[in-house]
């Protein structure tokens, strides 16, 4: 196990989305996010079947900024019940993890 997560967000526009992850590299919340554009979103809200277009955002973090980091994409959010799922990296490249980390320096 690292201390690498990838926190997953999903986001109702392009602009939203572009938003949340230029704060959380810009605040050192993140050393990376990637935009996934037009993900195709089916899910139940409130009792019904719901579809949506939206970005997901896949975030580059370290395990103890993920408080701060929701803090961040919940202040920021148009959703009153955003997706902020953290997944741990139990493995990767000791190059690409140690970029993470220094990143957030």
């Known amino acids: 196990m690292t201390d690498a997560v990838v926190v997953l967000v999903s986001a109702g526009s392009e602009a939203e989305a572009l938003g949340i992850a230029r704060a959380l590299i810009m605040k ?3 050393a990376c996010c990637t935009l996934v554009k037009d993900v195709h979103a089916v899910y139940r809200w409130e009792g019904a079947v719901e579809e949506s277009r939206e970005v997901q955002l896949v975030i580059k973090s370290r395990r103890d900024a993920f408080p701060a980091l929701e803090a961040e994409v919940r202040r920021l959010h148009s959703y009153t019940t955003p997706e902020i799922i953290a997944l741990p990296v ?10 993470i980390n220094t990143s957030m320096l």
């Open 28 to 30: 050192k919340l993140a």
């Open 90 to 99: 139990l493995a990767g490249s000791d190059v690409y993890l140690k970029w």
